[in-house]
């Protein structure tokens, strides 16, 4: 069992940056792959970014390539989203998940609480 909570997420103006963390519960974290998420109000929850176990490998959706980075610290079980220049459109709640397999997945096995992310024009 893994418990997941998010934080980092607030009112930025666009081409702002910020980090989401996302703490974990659980001495298995470093044998979970995880990814971040976003749903955006009357939108599909979108994968963004994911990142193996040992954190040597991570992929990203073309939405974010670029400009968001992943990374994980499993001595301190967290998973970082580091965002930058961000736009209006990456306005969204924004969820950390942890699975037991390979990272580029949707069916994720554990979900945190979502942290609300507004991008203001």
């Known amino acids: 069992q893994v418990q997941l909570v998010e934080s980092g997420g607030g009112l930025v103006q666009a081409g702002g940056s910020l980090r989401l963390s996302c703490a974990a519960s659980g001495r298995t974290f470093g044998s979970y792959s995880m990814g971040w998420f976003r749903q955006a109000p009357g939108k599909e929850r979108e994968l963004l970014a994911a990142i193996t176990w040992s954190g040597s490998s991570t992929n990203y959706a073309d939405s974010v390539k670029g400009r968001f980075t992943i990374s994980r610290d499993n001595a301190k079980n967290t998973v970082y989203l580091q965002m930058n220049s961000l736009k209006p459109e990456d306005t969204a709640v924004y969820y950390c998940?942890?699975?037991?397999?390979?990272?580029?997945?949707?069916?994720?096995?554990?979900w945190g609480q979502g942290t609300q992310v507004t991008v203001s024009s």
């Open positions: 998940a942890a699975r037991a397999g390979r990272p580029w997945a949707m069916n994720y096995d554990y």
